[in-house]
């Protein structure tokens, strides 16, 4: 099946992955990508960034070696409202975004906490995507959590790291079992993604699609498979497909 793009990845920025941007960009070049995303982890993880990394973005260029670049950040929920550890004023200037649960940035509620968490930060309209939400350490009420992305127009992630043998989020195969379900039945788009920290990683989707092929899940909710499925959820998309290679990339200053 068509696999033209990766959102979910990390560079040396986010202080436990162990390439460069560029390097990350000529895999996803060599591996065919039509599309490359960067979301480095938010300052509350242990090693990440400062803020003020994310406010530059507008220096890279959004084509290099062939691959559309788009610049966000794995954002880091930090309590059962919902926040996250980056200000409005830094997440207006990112092309998208992924939230997600993370235990050095917020220890596991109860089953009805994390649902909160979860679907208070959908409420943010500066959130993407909902980052591998397939962690048993973080039980959640799926039912809840898929109406929540439905209304709010939130992408889904299957995460492929999550479901690669040897993983740390405990149950993921079958916790996304649950969650696809309500996702075909709500008519929710899913995004596959490597969560690579390394360069070879990149558009490493294969445990995501064996997954979904054995739920006989609908092409046509993946939105991997085109560019014209994801501009609804990401606008820059919009401007820069068609564009003269070498243009700036995200808003800041």
């Not at 220890?107 to 968490?117: C, H, L, M, Q, V």
């Not at 959590?145 to 939130?154: I, R, V």
């Not at 899913?190 to 490493?204: K, Q, R, Y």
Request: aromatic fraction near 8%; glycine fraction near 6%.
């Amino acid at each position: 099946m068509n696999d033209i793009l990766d959102l979910h990845t990390h560079t040396i920025a986010s202080g436990h992955a162990y390439s460069t941007l560029s390097e990350m960009i000529r895999a996803a070049s060599a591996k065919g990508l039509t599309l490359y995303g960067c979301s480095d982890h938010a300052p509350t993880m242990p090693g990440s960034t400062h803020n003020f990394h994310f406010i530059n973005f507008k220096v890279i260029p959004r084509n290099i070696h062939g691959v559309h670049v788009i610049m966000g950040s794995e954002l880091n929920i930090l309590d059962f409202d919902g926040n996250v550890d980056l200000p409005v004023s830094t997440l207006k200037r990112l092309d998208y975004t992924i939230a997600s649960l993370h235990i050095p940035c917020l220890s596991p509620g109860t089953k009805e906490e994390n649902t909160r968490a979860y679907v208070k930060v959908m409420e943010n309209p500066y959130v993407t995507i909902i980052g591998h939400p397939d962690d048993s350490r973080f039980p959640i009420d799926y039912q809840v959590f898929a109406k929540a992305a439905k209304e709010h127009h939130k992408l889904v992630e299957v995460n492929n790291t999550s479901l690669t043998p040897g993983s740390a989020r405990a149950g993921a195969r079958e916790n996304y079992g649950i969650l696809l379900n309500y996702c075909r039945d709500y008519q929710i788009p899913i995004v596959l993604s490597s969560d690579a920290h390394f360069e070879t990683d990149v558009a490493n989707h294969r445990y995501a699609w064996e997954l979904l092929e054995s739920l006989d899940f609908p092409e046509e909710l993946i939105v991997n498979t085109s560019v014209e499925k994801l501009k609804p959820y990401i606008p820059v998309l919009n401007d820069m497909f068609g564009e003269p290679a070498g243009d700036s990339c995200c808003k800041g200053e």
